[in-house]
């Protein structure tokens, strides 16, 4: 069985725009034309739900049981679900900023260096290298 399939590539229409994007923990990120994209705080608000799903599994010392594997497996899915946000969070406004402008500039911040900072949690949180 084989499968044929032609693509037609289209050239992007030029905008002759261009932008630059400037990241923070309030805004996710802030482009020069004025507009603000918000930090919708995914993990923070989800840290109920990942507290109660990490003390079912602490208590469960044999690691070969089948409730300790349901513990570990509804916990690892809940993180699954904020990294899978975070992800779309990404994704759509780099796909808005890439119709809206032909060229897009950012700043060259150091995000190991200020993770190691007071507010490293809540840096890494944000997760601007990977939108970058």
């Not at 802030?30 to 109920?48: A, R």
């Not at 469960?60 to 089948?66: E, F, Q």
Request: proline letters at 2%; hydrophobic letters at 35%; a positive charge.
């Amino acid at each position: 069985m084989s499968y044929a399939c032609e693509i037609a590539a289209q050239a992007l229409l030029t905008t002759r725009n261009s932008v630059g994007v400037d990241v923070g923990m309030t805004w996710f990120a802030i482009t020069s034309d004025g507009e603000f994209v918000e930090n919708p705080l995914y993990f923070q608000n989800s840290m109920k739900k990942l507290r109660v799903a990490q003390r079912s599994v602490a208590p469960k010392k044999n690691k070969r049981s089948n409730s300790r594997r349901k513990a570990v497996r509804i916990d690892a899915k809940l993180y699954l679900k904020v990294s899978r946000q975070h992800s779309d969070l990404y994704h759509k406004t780099a796909v808005k900023l890439d119709k809206e402008n032909d060229l897009i500039a950012h700043g060259d911040s150091n995000v190991g260096g200020l993770g190691r900072d007071n507010l490293a949690h809540t840096i890494h949180n944000v997760g601007w290298s990977q939108f970058f």
